[in-house]
Structure formats: structure tokens, C-alpha cells
């Protein structure tokens, strides 16, 4: 194999770009020639590429967001439209594609492999919520941020007595809300897996407001309430002064973390070796604290990984305040 491409795409995360950097060493070493695709598929049906090289892999190794940019394309479902992007990879002498975003990304993978370009995934995405993989690169640096921000909430809601509903991204997957409030002491959690009812929040919020609590934070996983209307229902039942604060995509930016740059390198140099070795179809994914590449078809409709020692925490969590 001499030449592959790479791209970002779904939401970015913070590591995307080390994920990149990754590639290009790893493919380096080898002497294959790597191109850089802009904006995911939007870029591959366009022709959007660029070769990239060891300097550009050290521009961006250590940055937020993802330089080679990154885009929704719907219509890639279509394959008449993905048709037009092998023909541009071919016509580009381009043999085989890293994908680094998240599980529709991976579809796409699945779909340009069966079509003739083998391609492996990368887990690229904040959430945490790749099927079977430990860890996503891009959690460790948004859960870092979240801490900090709560952390920072806690200061003033401590200073004046009042309570907090702060909401966290996550959709489906309530790991950036669970890890955050555990490390941060959140007297609430709410999340997908484990969600509480307004009432019941409300309820918890009361107990603590009796037991003379300084200050209460709420933490919730996004889509689940509407946030500044269950801030108005706490202050009301419980008699704090509560605020909302809705992190957004503060989350998504900022400098990876050490962990997020190492799974992203270490897992983009695995992903290469899959390519060199000629398969195709895979995502390089956590398991333990091995890397390993699975098989994309075979695990997008397997069920969430196991989650019961994280309900359990949160369980916990929640029922600590309890009259
Ligand atoms: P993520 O990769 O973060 O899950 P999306 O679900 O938005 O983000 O998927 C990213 C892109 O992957 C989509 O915009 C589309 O171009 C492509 N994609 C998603 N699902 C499919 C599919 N079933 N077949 C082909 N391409 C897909």
C-alpha cells in the first residue's frame, strides 16, 4: 500500500487532530504518502484532499478541534453519491481511508469498504459512546472541562447558598455526567441510563435544602429536561435560588489531554497496521487496556456495553442524601 487518506468527521473532539498526526507518523514510518481529506465526506465527494506531511502532523498533534475540518453529509447514505468519492480516491491513486468520528461515521467506513476502499474507524467523539470501546477520544478532555466548570459553579452556588442545574452533552450516553459528578461531588445525577423524574429531583433537592445543604448541584446529561425550566421547579420546591448553566460546546473545545492525545496516537499507528495489513471494515477500539480492531458490522448493533457498575455508582450517588 503507498498512499491512504484520513479524515474527521460527525461532531470533532478534542484529539481528532492527534488521531491525524498519528496516522501521518505511523504511515511514515512505513513510507506510505498520507492525504489529508477536508471536512469528512463532504471533502472525499468534492476531492478535497491534501498530502500532508511529518510538519503538518506537528502543527496540529497538540491543538483542539480538528484542522482537516469536519461536516454532516446525510446524502453519503446514498451509494450513488459515495460512488463519486471512490472514484475521486481512485482517481487520486488513494488505496484505503482512517476514519476517526463516531458510529455513523463508522457506517460510512462500512459502506466505502464493501464499495473497494478498505477503511478503519477511530473512536472520534466527547460522548464516550462507541459500542465496545472502553474509552473515546475527546472524553478525557471534555470531562476535564466539565469538571472545571462545576467546579468553578460550586465556588459561587457555596458562596451564596443556592443550588445549580448544570447540563452536560452526552446524548444517549450518561458518561461524561456520571464521571463528572462523581469527581466533583454532585448531589443529583441524571443521565440517559439512569434518569430521575423532575419530581424526584426536586424531592432530593428539598431533603438537602432541609439538612441546611450550602450549595446543591443538579448535573444532567443533555435532551433529557428542558434545564432552565427544571432550575424554575427546584428553586420553587426546594427554596434555593437556582441557576441553569448549559456547559455546550465549551466541551467540545479545548487542548486534548494527555490521555486523549496517547489513545488517539496510539490507536491512529494500530489503525495503519490494520490498513498495511489490507483489512478493511474495522474500528480500532479499548479493551482493557489493549487496543483492538472489530469487526464494524458485526458490533453496531450489539447493545451498550455493560453498564451496571456505573448505575450502581450512581445509585449510590443519588440516594446518599436521602431523609
Ligand atoms: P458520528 O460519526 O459522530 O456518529 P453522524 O451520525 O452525523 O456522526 O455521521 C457522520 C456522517 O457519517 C454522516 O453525516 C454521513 O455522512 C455518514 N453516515 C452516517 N450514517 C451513514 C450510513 N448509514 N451510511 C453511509 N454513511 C453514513
Redesign the pocket.
Known amino acids: 500500500i503507498k498512499k491512504i487518506g484520513v479524515l474527521t ?3 470533532d473532539a478534542p484529539g481528532m487532530n492527534a488521531a491525524v498526526a498519528g496516522v501521518i507518523r505511523a504511515a511514515n514510518a512505513k513510507g506510505i504518502e498520507v492525504y489529508g481529506i477536508r471536512d ?2 463532504k471533502g472525499l465527494i468534492n476531492g478535497w484532499f491534501e498530502k500532508v506531511d511529518i510538519d503538518f502532523a506537528q502543527e496540529i498533534l497538540t491543538r483542539g478541534g480538528t484542522r482537516l475540518g469536519s ?4 446524502e ?2 446514498e451509494e450513488s453519491v ?1 460512488q463519486i468519492g471512490v472514484d475521486n480516491l481512485k482517481k487520486a491513486g488513494i488505496e484505503a481511508l482512517v476514519v476517526c ?8 467506513a462500512q ?1 466505502l469498504t464493501e464499495m473497494g476502499i478498505n477503511c478503519v474507524g477511530l473512536p472520534g ?1 466527547i460522548d464516550n459512546d462507541i459500542v465496545s470501546s472502553d474509552y473515546t477520544i475527546g472524553f478525557d478532555t471534555a470531562l476535564n472541562t466539565i469538571i472545571e466548570a462545576i467546579d468553578r459553579i460550586r465556588d459561587t452556588m457555596q458562596s451564596h447558598n443556592r443550588a445549580a442545574v448544570v447540563e452536560v452533552m452526552g446524548n444517549h450516553c450518561g458518561d461524561l455526567a456520571l464521571y463528572a459528578g462523581t469527581t466533583t461531588g454532585c448531589e443529583v445525577i441524571s443521565t440517559s441510563e439512569s434518569k430521575l423524574t423532575e419530581e424526584e429531583i426536586c424531592e432530593q433537592v428539598k431533603v438537602l435544602a432541609k439538612k441546611g445543604k450550602r450549595s446543591v448541584i443538579v448535573l444532567v446529561t443533555e435532551n433529557l429536561y428542558d434545564s432552565n425550566a427544571l432550575a424554575k421547579k427546584v428553586e420553587e420546591k426546594s427554596g434555593y435560588v437556582t441557576r441553569a448553566t448549559i456547559l455546550g460546546h465549551t466541551q467540545r473545545g479545548g487542548i486534548p489531554t494527555g490521555m486523549d492525545r496517547y489513545l488517539a496516537v496510539t490507536s491512529a499507528i494500530y489503525a495503519v497496521d490494520q490498513l498495511a495489513a489490507g483489512k478493511g471494515g474495522v474500528y480500532v477500539g479499548l479493551d482493557g487496556n489493549k487496543l483492538v480492531a472489530r469487526d464494524i458490522n458485526s458490533t453496531l448493533n450489539m447493545p451498550r456495553k455493560d453498564k451496571s457498575q456505573e448505575l450502581s455508582t450512581i445509585r449510590l450517588l443519588n440516594s446518599q442524601f436521602k431523609k
Open positions: 468527521s460527525g461532531g469528512g465526506y461536516a454532516r453529509l446525510p453519503f447514505k459515495r468520528g463516531g458510529d455513523g461515521s463508522y457506517m460510512g459502506r467523539t
